[in-house]
């Protein structure tokens, strides 16, 4: 049984950048020489989320619209009297920060039409990070 | 340390069907032999999500509902000029494709009004997989 | 390679109690010794919810608001003729009732402004548990 750590970084040009991590989470299982196991990820910071969805443009345009119309820049949220990322907040706590995915054989379980991503929900550019592990045999 | 893998496969009635899980995954912990550890699951596939809740007709109900309120199907999507299931990838999405459980002492660590479920978010029939690893000792 | 288990124990108020578990959860992986691996936890019952958020005053309040306005409390819903906490339900369900976090060099990776919560949504004071279980070596 092993376990193999990373942190992933990357940039991001804020409001709201998809960035597909799945080819990133296959070099790591690569690496990890872990046949069957989990990969635990999360987001390291409170302004970013973590799933799954088809990384296609149309889609990801509807994912950006569905967060503004759900929980839309600006209304009126008592955090932007300090920092005006309130909504930044709202999204990424309700999408959720952590993923965990199935590697049986080697593979990654994700379907064809399914990429990992990291969603930047923060209102300027930033610096981000992914907490990965990976643990199994 | 033990590592048990499966890919969990049943067929849903499309939208929105929602599956009650939870014997499933404690058949696997118990063919695991597992004592002490962890349960992942994930959904194979980006129109299908993983959550826990009451399995009680009336609040299944009320799911439904309030995600058509929340994502309403047919909203202009971009997505639907290809495909007309956008509803369905941006309901997954947001749900989110993993559920991580504790196991203590064999047994899966949920309420007893509280089942592991997939809901089917797309518009049709689908035959669907949940990738499940239980890691532990 | 270490499996260490714990039910984390406290009271909630209802009606949207936020509970910063971050030091328990520190408490917990120093306890079990850990230095790498994955910290799961969930949700033990169908009316909680586990994310991470900035634990500050004012997003903590604009998050209880945007719940109210996403799933609004008593807004007809069936199962309310059972029990009045449909929207509890609901709530817990679309946030989600699991977290996995990453253990690298001894500490869990969130930020400095990140912190790991439990959120009661149900509408009386409760007594809460959430399984955690801590993988590594």
Chains 1, 2, 3 share one sequence.
Not at 97 to 119: C, D, E, K, M, Y
Request: charged share 20%; proline share 1%; aromatic share 6%.
């Amino acid at each position: 049984m092993e376990v193999y750590s990373e942190i992933l970084e990357f940039d991001t040009k804020g409001e709201i950048t998809i960035v597909d991590l799945t080819s990133m989470f296959e070099d790591l299982v690569s690496k990890s020489k872990i046949k069957n196991g989990v990969l635990s990820a999360n987001v390291i910071g409170s302004t970013g989320a973590l799933t799954t969805i088809e990384y296609e443009t149309r889609v990801l345009t509807d994912f950006k619209q569905i967060l503004e119309k759900l929980v839309p820049k600006g209304a009126g949220y008592k955090h932007d009297l300090i920092d005006s990322n309130a909504h930044s907040h709202l999204r990424a706590s309700l999408i959720g920060p952590s993923l965990s995915l199935s590697i049986h054989n080697s593979r990654l379980q994700l379907g064809t039409w399914q990429q990992a991503v990291f969603i930047c929900l923060d209102v300027r550019s930033r610096h981000r990070r992914v907490a990965v592990t990976i643990i199994g045999q």
